[in-house]
Structure formats: C-alpha cells, structure tokens
C-alpha cells in the first residue's frame, strides 16, 4: 500500500498495490500491522455498504458529531465515483476547505478520513457501490452534516442538478453549524 498525504492535513489517500495474472488480481484493502505503522486507527467494529443505482445520485455530505466522531475507510467497489472530503476541523487554516478524489473499482484507491472531517460523493456512473469501514458505531443523535451545494464551500460537483435526499438537501450550511 502506497500512503499519500492530502492537502487536508490528517486525510490520506491510499493506493493499494494490486498483482495482476491471467486469473485478476489480488488486492489487500486493510492490514492492521500496516495501518499501526503509519499510526492509523486499526479498530473498524462497522462496515457499510452503500448502493446507489443512478449515475448523478449525490450522497452527503456527512459527519458524526463528538463524542463519537467516525474515522472513515472509504473504497468504491463497483462503479466511479467523485468523492469529496470538507474540513470542519475549527482552528485549522484549511476550516471549510474541500479535496475531491475519484475512486473507482478499477483504480482501487481508498482514502482514511479521520473525525472532523464531512464526506459526501456523487456517482459518476450507473451502479456504484462504496464501503466503509467505520471506527464507531453509528449514533442516530450524533449524525450530522453540511449542505452538499453550499456556496461557501464552492464544490465542483460534476453533474448538474444531482439527485439528492430531502435529508440531505435539508442539511445545514457551513455557517450554521453550532
């Protein structure tokens, strides 16, 4: 596994190296000595799937409030997606600031999202599937989240006029949250 380090200090993005022979390849996604090394969470007691059917549905973007803030493992499966990470972290001089990274099954990357962190994506074709490996459990009463078409954010969703859940167009904007 390659470890690359983000614009927004904390996040990574991490490229699995994939053997290949006639039959496919082999893809390691976790190693729990490897992620120790870099000082990483190692303990996932969730993980998530999530399909979405139509090229453009947009999900999120999403967080857990304290004192359960989720440390997120994120891979798309099957599919293409734009995925976006904004920084809700106050007092870092990148507060507000959003990364994008495609994942795709072909391309196998995967991003550690650590707490403080938003996380929504928008399927950039028919049939995604994303997991996530999750550091807590859910919490109903800490979910939380930040409108995906913020203008203050200022995200460069791909596809125009995105499906979106009524959650999560009634999110808040960043200048709202508590």
Known sequence: MIFHETDLAGL????????????????????????????????WPQTNLSYTARRGTLRGLHFQLDPAPEIK????????????????????????????????????????????????????EDDCRVSYMMSDSYVPGLAAGVRWNDPDLAIEWPIADPHVSQRDAELPLLSELQ
């Open 73 to 124: 493992l994120i891979q798309c499966m099957t599919g293409r997606i734009l995925d976006v990470i904004v920084d809700l972290r106050k007092g870092f001089s990148t507060y507000g600031k959003s990364v994008s990274f495609e994942l795709s099954e072909e391309n196998h990357r995967m991003l550690y999202v650590p707490g403080g962190f938003a996380h929504g994506f928008q399927c950039l």
């Open 12 to 43: 990574l993005m991490i490229e699995p190296k994939a053997p290949t022979d006639s039959r496919g390849y082999f893809l390691r996604t976790y190693c729990e000595e490897t992620f120790a090394a870099h000082s990483l969470n190692t303990t």
